[in-house]
């Protein structure tokens, strides 16, 4: 019954910024993974239930920041400083169990249909 839907995708150049949407039927732990042509999917930032704890891969600290709105039912992925590197779809992913530690290496169990995310010149 849980359902994910990302949005916010599109073309910019290097530097720019973008903010992507999530929207879960319910309030669990989430994580935003995305996936290039011809490369394995790969673990981008992830948030608790509640906000408190956050997780993000190495090759977008500092540039990536996860939040949410749960009155809004919403997890936001705000990319600053984009890269021609970080070009994939990114999905967003949750896992149902609301309780335990939440970080990319949870076990996410329902995924959206994917965001298009294209940096270049």
């Known amino acids: 019954q849980l359902q994910l839907v990302e949005s916010g995708g599109g073309l910019v150049q290097p530097g720019e910024s973008l903010r992507l949407s999530c929207v879960a039927s319910?309030?669990?732990?989430i994580g935003w993974f995305r996936q290039a042509p011809g490369k394995a999917r790969e673990g981008v930032a992830s948030?608790?239930?509640?906000?408190?704890?956050?997780d993000y891969a190495d090759s977008v600290k500092g540039r990536f920041t996860i939040s949410r709105d749960n009155a809004k039912n919403t997890v936001y992925l705000q990319m600053n400083s984009l890269k021609p590197e970080d070009t994939a779809t990114y999905y967003c992913?949750?896992?149902?169990?609301?309780?335990?530690?939440?970080?990319?290496?949870?076990?996410?169990?329902?995924w959206g249909q994917g965001t298009l995310v294209t940096v270049f010149s």
């Open positions: 948030i608790s239930s509640a906000g408190g704890d956050k």
């Open positions: 992913a949750a896992r149902r169990r609301k309780f335990g530690y939440c970080s990319m290496d949870s076990s996410f169990d329902t």
């Open positions: 319910d309030s669990v732990c």
